[in-house]
């Protein structure tokens, strides 16, 4: 009797309100997010094959990382993903910011264009990949053509064929889908920057460069490393426009790491094998995020919590 | 030698024209005050000197080059802006070198004139600090080092101390007065306090509404105030405006009646500025209201006459009395203080030399602008 009040008193008591209100959020969230999460871990200690469920109990401790540590494939996939985030992410700030910087100048038709930015990042990544799939089509892509039409070039260049061009195309692709992060949200802070310290800095002598390189280009900067974080770990995780431009290939000479772990977990029915793979690949975004957030924390003191 | 030429400049926005058509001659190495009622186009005017309001007409010179479409950057001057301005991104230290950085100074050079202005304002202790971490006051004082660090062939002061506490800001003044005193540049500066202005000023520009109203120095503006609005700007507490009307007082000559039957002559000076049945607004300083013998001076023309002291404020050498002439509250000046009782009757004397005449109708003094 004595203990049951003595549970509800502490169960109705106002510091126990918040905890009891969020509880069915917190199972449901162990349920559908840290269950998967401990199961796969599990697997990737396993060696699970789909084809043979009984596989799913036999434990091989850490065999499968040491396998893929010492597997040359996955080395190229992991370092390939990695220069290829870094050189889609700047490009994609760079392109950003100019069409940021484009659209805060113009007075007319500004809510439009910023309209007309976000198409792309409505389409669906795998109707983007078919997009430039056929754009950049060897045969009957409309870029072979236009150039050959133009007399720009005599044979067709292999763009999806050729393993760096291949690559490049990708890159574009995923580019033209999302620069408009970059863009809107470096908008946005062009919008919340004060005009004062720009006037402070022509009548300190700035000229227009110096007063972006300044003054302009650091309070952005914070809104820039948001987008970098939303878009390392979009990158990292690219897997549907690669899959449908070029399928990993040629040769697997555009395989990124999630290509190669449907690969492994799919066609090879190596599900364990994969799973430690995307436990790697996980600890490759966790590095981008925590050095695009320490960044942007360290940016952030300055704007007095105004982000 | 930075003279500041300012003709005809008016200033738009859209249909709004909020500065009409302002003539200026600052004078090299000038220390010239802009006072005028929030509003009145100040900073507006400090703006278009500094090239970051375009000007709708007219022309501004600095030095003998015209500036009109000149980049802020070219023109050679300073600011201290009155929202401060500071670089959100930059520690104190840094906003305070930023200019002379970008103008590329030796950085051994920067350090020591970041030091200096940073030792004269007292920012010593909040060098690596960012704005954001800083007081109202604090960020004001660093906008002043920031420009005071330069050496511009002309300073632009928008209310730069308007946020500090009573003696950090008499403090700050002398150290603005010291710094023109060494450094001799031009400088033009807003306030809406009028001791500041009276004090710093070499000379003042009295504004209103977008039109300048009176330039002179402090004694010029206070002694001869062109109009009721200036008289009532300058001079703290301000000079009592009593209505009254030339009437014809015979033998005694012209002689001005105010309400509760008070007669007064009219000065010689002032005499044939008026005209008999003449609405006339009497400007009396409060200094030149005081009991008999409270008085600083009490030779020259005097008229005397007794009112009933409401209310007294003790400020220790003197003693403001509150008494009313009329329904209309004037403010006396009691020197040498003794203790005032309630509704106390005193007999005040009324210093006629000192005394200033407006035209009722038009708020202008009727003496003109001459000085007489
Ligand atoms: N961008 C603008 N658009 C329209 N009107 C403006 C603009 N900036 C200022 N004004 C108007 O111009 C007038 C003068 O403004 P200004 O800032 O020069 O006043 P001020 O004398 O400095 O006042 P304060 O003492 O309050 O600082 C004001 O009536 C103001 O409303
Ligand atoms: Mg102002």
Same mark, same amino acid.
């Given at each position: 009797?004595?203990?049951?009040?003595?549970?509800?008193?502490?169960?109705?008591?106002?510091?126990?309100?918040?905890?009891?209100?969020?509880?069915?959020?917190?199972?449901?969230?162990?349920?559908?997010?840290?269950?998967?999460?401990?199961?796969?871990?599990?697997?990737?200690?396993?060696?699970?094959?789909?084809?043979?469920?009984?596989?799913?109990?036999?434990?091989?401790?850490?065999?499968?990382?040491?396998?893929? *540590?010492?597997?040359?494939?996955?080395?190229?996939? @992991?370092?390939?993903?990695?220069?290829?985030?870094?050189?889609?992410?700047?490009?994609? *700030?760079?392109?950003?910011?100019?069409?940021?910087?484009?659209?805060?100048?113009?007075?007319?038709?500004?809510?439009?264009?910023?309209?007309?930015?976000?198409?792309?990042?409505?389409?669906?990544?795998?109707?983007?990949?078919?997009?430039?799939? *056929?754009?950049?089509?060897?045969?009957?892509?409309?870029?072979?053509?236009?150039?050959?039409?133009?007399?720009?070039?005599?044979?067709?260049?292999?763009?999806?064929?050729?393993?760096?061009?291949?690559?490049?195309?990708?890159?574009?692709?995923?580019?033209?889908?999302?620069?408009?992060?970059?863009?809107?949200?470096?908008?946005?802070?062009?919008?919340?920057?004060?005009?004062?310290?720009?006037?402070?800095?022509?009548?300190?002598?700035?000229?227009?460069?110096?007063?972006?390189?300044?003054?302009?280009?650091?309070?952005?900067?914070?809104?820039?490393?948001?987008?970098?974080?939303? +878009?390392?770990?979009?990158?990292?995780?690219?897997?549907?426009?690669?899959?449908?431009?070029?399928?990993?290939?040629?040769?697997?000479?555009?395989?990124?790491?999630?290509?190669?772990?449907?690969?492994?977990?799919?066609?090879?029915?190596?599900?364990?094998?994969?799973?430690?793979?995307?436990?790697?690949?996980?600890?490759?975004?966790?590095?981008?995020?925590?050095?695009?957030?320490?960044?942007?924390?360290?940016?952030?003191?300055?704007?007095?919590?105004?982000? | 030698?930075?003279?500041?030429?300012?003709?005809?400049?008016?200033?738009?926005?859209?249909?709004?024209?909020?500065?009409?058509?302002?003539?200026?001659?600052?004078?090299?190495?000038?220390?010239?005050?802009?006072?005028?009622?929030?509003?009145?186009?100040?900073?507006?005017?400090?703006?278009?000197?500094?090239?970051?309001?375009?000007?709708?007409?007219?022309?501004?010179?600095?030095?003998? =080059?015209?500036?009109?479409?000149?980049?802020?950057?070219?023109?050679?001057?300073?600011?201290?802006?009155?929202?401060?301005?500071?670089?959100?991104?930059?520690?104190?230290?840094?906003?305070?070198?930023?200019?002379?950085?970008?103008?590329?100074?030796?950085?051994?050079?920067?350090?020591?004139?970041?030091?200096?202005?940073?030792?004269?304002?007292?920012?010593?202790?909040?060098?690596?600090?960012?704005?954001?971490?800083?007081?109202?006051?604090?960020?004001?004082?660093?906008?002043?080092? +920031?420009?005071?660090?330069?050496?511009?062939?002309?300073?632009?002061?928008?209310?730069?101390?308007?946020?500090?506490?009573?003696?950090?800001?008499?403090?700050?003044?002398?150290?603005?007065?010291?710094?023109?005193? +060494?450094?001799?540049?031009?400088?033009?500066?807003?306030?809406?306090?009028?001791?500041?202005?009276?004090?710093?000023?070499?000379?003042?520009?009295?504004?209103?509404?977008?039109?300048?109203?009176?330039?002179?120095?402090?004694?010029?503006?206070?002694?001869?105030?062109?109009?009721? *609005?200036?008289?009532?700007?300058?001079?703290?507490?301000?000079?009592?405006?009593?209505?009254?009307?030339?009437?014809?007082?015979?033998?005694?000559?012209?002689?001005?009646?105010?309400?509760?039957?008070?007669?007064?002559?009219?000065?010689?000076?002032? =005499?044939?500025?008026?005209?008999?049945?003449?609405?006339?607004?009497?400007?009396?300083?409060?200094?030149?209201?005081?009991?008999?013998?409270?008085?600083?001076?009490?030779?020259?023309?005097?008229?005397?006459?007794?009112?009933?002291?409401?209310?007294?404020?003790?400020?220790?050498?003197?003693?403001?009395?509150?008494?009313?002439?009329?329904?209309?509250?004037?403010?006396?000046?009691?020197?040498?203080?003794?203790?005032?009782?309630?509704?106390?009757?005193?007999? @005040?004397?009324?210093?006629?030399?000192?005394?200033?005449?407006?035209?009722?109708?038009?708020?202008?003094?009727?003496?003109?602008?001459?000085?007489?």
């Amino acid at each position: 009797m004595s203990v049951m009040t003595n549970i509800k008193r502490k169960l109705f008591s106002e510091q126990a309100t918040p905890y009891v209100l969020l509880l069915p959020a917190v199972i449901m969230i162990l349920i559908v997010v840290l269950f998967p999460l401990i199961f796969s871990l599990y697997t990737s200690f396993t060696g699970y094959k789909l084809t043979r469920p009984d596989t799913l109990f036999k434990l091989v401790g850490f065999r499968n990382y040491v396998r893929i *540590f010492g597997d040359w494939d996955f080395w190229v996939a @992991f370092f390939r993903t990695v220069g290829f985030l870094a050189v889609v992410i700047n490009l994609e *700030f760079l392109l950003g910011l100019g069409i940021a910087l484009l659209i805060n100048k113009i007075t007319w038709g500004q809510r439009t264009m910023r309209t007309i930015m976000m198409f792309p990042m409505m389409f669906s990544p795998i109707l983007v990949g078919f997009q430039f799939k *056929f754009i950049f089509n060897d045969n009957v892509g409309i870029l072979n053509n236009a150039l050959q039409g133009l007399g720009i070039t005599e044979a067709a260049i292999p763009w999806l064929v050729d393993g760096w061009l291949a690559m490049g195309a990708i890159a574009f692709a995923e580019i033209w889908m999302s620069t408009s992060i970059f863009a809107i949200l470096l908008l946005a802070g062009l919008f919340a920057m004060p005009k004062d310290p720009l006037e402070a800095a022509q009548v300190d002598g700035c000229n227009a460069w110096q007063t972006f390189r300044h003054i302009t280009l650091p309070f952005l900067m914070p809104f820039a490393y948001i987008a970098m974080t939303i +878009r390392s770990l979009d990158v990292a995780r690219a897997y549907d426009v690669v899959d449908t431009m070029t399928g990993g290939g040629p040769a697997g000479r555009t395989e990124l790491l999630w290509t190669l772990i449907a690969r492994t977990g799919y066609d090879s029915a190596n599900m364990g094998m994969a799973n430690a793979m995307a436990y790697v690949s996980i600890i490759l975004s966790i590095a981008f995020t925590y050095y695009f957030f320490s960044k942007l924390v360290a940016a952030r003191r300055y704007m007095g919590g105004a982000l | 030698m930075t003279e500041v030429s300012l003709s005809q400049v008016v200033k738009r926005y859209g249909q709004l024209e909020v500065v009409h058509a302002i003539d200026l001659e600052i004078r090299h190495s000038e220390f010239v005050v802009l006072v005028g009622p929030s509003g009145c186009g100040k900073s507006t005017t400090l703006r278009m000197i500094a090239g970051l309001e375009e000007i709708s007409g007219g022309t501004i010179k600095i030095g003998d =080059k015209v500036v009109n479409k000149l980049a802020p950057r070219d023109r050679n001057i300073s600011m201290v802006f009155q929202n401060y301005a500071l670089y959100p991104h930059m520690t104190v230290r840094d906003n305070l070198g930023f200019g002379l950085k970008i103008a590329k100074h030796p950085e051994s050079e920067i350090q020591n004139r970041v030091e200096e202005a940073a030792e004269i304002l007292g920012l010593g202790m909040l060098m690596d600090r960012l704005p954001a971490a800083l007081s109202g006051g604090q960020r004001q004082r660093v906008a002043m080092g +920031r420009a005071i660090v330069r050496n511009p062939d002309v300073f632009l002061f928008d209310e730069p101390l308007s946020n500090l506490d009573a003696k950090l800001r008499v403090q700050m003044r002398t150290e603005i007065k010291k710094l023109h005193k +060494r450094v001799n540049n031009t400088i033009v500066y807003v306030t809406h306090d009028q001791v500041e202005a009276m004090t710093l000023a070499d000379r003042i520009v009295i504004m209103r509404d977008g039109h300048i109203e009176q330039v002179g120095t402090p004694l010029e503006v206070f002694d001869h105030p062109v109009n009721t *609005f200036v008289a009532s700007f300058i001079g703290s507490p301000p000079m009592n405006q009593l209505e009254g009307k030339v009437v014809d007082g015979g033998k005694s000559g012209l002689q001005i009646t105010l309400a509760d039957n008070i007669l007064i002559p009219v000065p010689k000076r002032s =005499k044939n500025r008026v005209s008999v049945g003449q609405d006339i607004t009497v400007g009396i300083r409060p200094d030149d209201l005081t009991p008999v013998g409270h008085g600083m001076k009490e030779d020259g023309e005097t008229v005397s006459f007794d009112l009933t002291v409401s209310i007294s404020e003790p400020l220790g050498t003197e003693t403001i009395l509150f008494s009313s002439i009329g329904a209309k509250e004037v403010q006396g000046k009691m020197l040498n203080p003794r203790p005032i009782e309630l509704d106390e009757r005193l007999t @005040f004397n009324l210093a006629m030399d000192r005394v200033h005449l407006f035209d009722a109708a038009s708020g202008q003094n009727v003496l003109g602008d001459a000085n007489g």
